[in-house]
């Protein structure tokens, strides 16, 4: 494989519209992960979070959108066709397509995962009812909110934390048609080789997987959503396969990621603890009294977590579930 200075350029086009100021690591807001309390227990117990895989999350159009149609478009893309010049050229931009985007499929899909938080003010002890509602076992759960100063900046890791960003499905369908256009028109100036066609079709692999991954149907827009993925064609040396899990639920077996909470010396992760990461926990406004409070207080000193015991706050949402 010849040096891949064309991969470079495809990437810069097709990344052109990143805003990085932002994005992490430049921006480092605190992030809330709602969830239920038995979940709660098991996650400062544990001290572990579990990430989920794409595949079996509430949004059905998670992560198979945005690929399935990425690359339904390249197939039939008239610009693409063009800046390939001869037949010979397209032909072989889709097959290496084709092949990284089976080998995605075969090898990678069902070991990525994703655990999801939602942008959280500083001054805000309550959280929004719409993610009580959603995802805080309906009001009757908690709130981990961490804060991302802490989280160290890692250029090679496999985990990803990024914003996500809200369109319709025909706003999802624009960009990429956008971003085809975009990359047509840097293999019709600088594609000379062979090669050239493998990373046009990688560059645009890497960004769709980026694109269906921290992009979500817009009427979702109200749950602020950061994520962190983790990505396995990312983890060349294999650092997090003995992380991997499962958890038997009704509907099956679903795949997780068993991330500790504690240093991974391989990531330059050696200050991450509980401790270090937790800004505050806020207790559901369905159970928000003054003795679950105090509850929540004595469980985590029990579990030795006397600090986070400290941070324990209690919605005041007038909130209740039925």
């Given at each position: 494989?010849?040096?891949?200075?064309?991969?470079n350029?495809?990437?810069?086009?097709?990344?052109?519209?990143?805003?990085?100021?932002?994005?992490?690591?430049s921006?480092?807001?605190?992030?809330?992960?709602?969830?239920?309390?038995?979940?709660?227990?098991?996650?400062?117990?544990?001290?572990?979070?579990?990430?989920s895989?794409?595949?079996f999350?509430?949004?059905?159009?998670?992560?198979?959108?945005?690929?399935?149609?990425?690359?339904?478009?390249?197939?039939?893309?008239?610009?693409?066709?063009?800046a390939?010049?001869?037949?010979?050229?397209?032909?072989?931009?889709?097959?290496?397509?084709?092949?990284?985007?089976?080998?995605?499929?075969?090898?990678?899909?069902?070991?990525?995962?994703?655990?999801?938080f939602?942008?959280?003010?500083?001054?805000?002890?309550?959280?929004?009812?719409?993610?009580?509602?959603?995802?805080?076992?309906?009001?009757s759960?908690?709130?981990?909110?961490?804060?991302?100063?802490?989280?160290?900046?890692?250029?090679?890791?496999?985990?990803?934390?990024g914003?996500?960003?809200?369109?319709?499905?025909?706003?999802?369908?624009?960009?990429?048609?956008?971003?085809?256009?975009?990359l047509?028109?840097?293999?019709?100036?600088?594609?000379?080789?062979e090669?050239?066609?493998?990373?046009?079709?990688?560059?645009?692999?890497?960004?769709?997987?980026?694109?269906a991954?921290?992009?979500?149907?817009?009427?979702?827009?109200?749950?602020?959503?950061?994520?962190?993925?983790?990505?396995?064609?990312?983890?060349?040396?294999?650092?997090?396969?003995?992380?991997?899990?499962?958890?038997?639920?009704?509907k099956?077996?679903?795949?997780k990621?068993?991330?500790?909470?504690?240093?991974?010396?391989?990531?330059?992760?050696?200050?991450?603890?509980?401790?270090?990461?937790?800004?505050?926990i806020?207790?559901?406004?369905?159970?928000?009294?003054a003795?679950?409070?105090?509850?929540?207080?004595?469980?985590?000193?029990?579990?030795?977590?006397?600090?986070?015991?400290?941070?324990?706050?209690?919605?005041?949402?007038?909130f209740?579930?039925?």
């Amino acid at each position: 494989m010849s040096d891949p200075t064309f991969f470079n350029l495809a990437s810069a086009e097709l990344w052109a519209d990143f805003q990085e100021e932002s994005s992490f690591p430049s921006s480092r807001p605190l992030l809330a992960h709602y969830t239920s309390i038995q979940t709660f227990e098991q996650i400062v117990t544990k001290e572990q979070f579990w990430f989920s895989n794409p595949l079996f999350m509430n949004d059905l159009e998670e992560l198979q959108f945005g690929m399935s149609e990425g690359a339904r478009e390249l197939h039939q893309n008239e610009a693409i066709r063009k800046a390939c010049g001869t037949p010979e050229n397209h032909k072989k931009l889709l097959q290496d397509f084709d092949r990284l985007f089976s080998d995605f499929d075969s090898n990678h899909v069902l070991n990525t995962y994703i655990l999801c938080f939602s942008e959280h003010n500083a001054d805000d002890n309550d959280g929004l009812l719409s993610m009580w509602r959603g995802y805080g076992n309906s009001g009757s759960g908690a709130a981990l909110v961490i804060s991302t100063a802490n989280i160290n900046e890692y250029a090679d890791s496999p985990l990803i934390v990024g914003k996500v960003h809200y369109a319709s499905k025909i706003e999802r369908k624009n960009w990429i048609c956008e971003k085809l256009t975009s990359l047509a028109a840097v293999i019709s100036v600088h594609a000379k080789v062979e090669d050239d066609f493998y990373y046009a079709a990688w560059a645009w692999l890497q960004r769709l997987k980026s694109f269906a991954l921290f992009t979500k149907h817009h009427g979702f827009h109200e749950e602020r959503e950061w994520r962190v993925v983790y990505m396995s064609d990312k983890d060349k040396e294999q650092i997090f396969k003995k992380y991997f899990g499962h958890l038997a639920t009704n509907k099956g077996i679903e795949p997780k990621l068993k991330l500790p909470i504690k240093p991974i010396p391989e990531l330059k992760t050696e200050n991450i603890s509980l401790e270090t990461l937790v800004d505050r926990i806020i207790l559901g406004p369905s159970v928000s009294s003054a003795l679950a409070a105090n509850s929540l207080r004595q469980m985590l000193k029990n579990i030795g977590q006397h600090n986070l015991a400290e941070r324990v706050v209690a919605s005041e949402i007038p909130f209740r579930s039925t």
